[in-house]
């Protein structure tokens, strides 16, 4: 039973800073859909990276923080996603 709540404010902790991450890029994804860009090949392996914690994290049963996590992954992705259409756009 410790054990379980020793993990559970981790769980905690590592969500609420995974999740303010994925909310500080809200207003970088907003220029990016309105044609700006970032570099697709940062936005690309983080999107991975972050994926990859996700199941790592599903794996330690850390739900809260898988769900933070893909959460930020989804962001990075649709970074990524429209960085390409965009640059595939330009002249």
Request: proline share 2%; net charge positive.
């Amino acid at each position: 039973m410790a054990l379980y709540i020793c993990s559970m404010w981790q769980d905690i902790v590592v969500a609420l800073v995974g999740l303010s991450f994925g909310f500080m890029l809200l207003p970088q994804l907003r220029d990016v859909i309105h044609g700006k860009s970032v570099n697709v090949y940062t936005a690309g392996l983080t999107t991975v990276g972050l994926y990859i914690l996700a199941i790592t994290f599903f794996t330690m049963d850390m739900w809260i923080t898988v769900i933070a996590e893909i959460f930020s992954g989804t962001v990075w992705f649709l970074l990524f996603l429209f960085s390409v259409i965009n640059k595939r756009k330009a002249p």
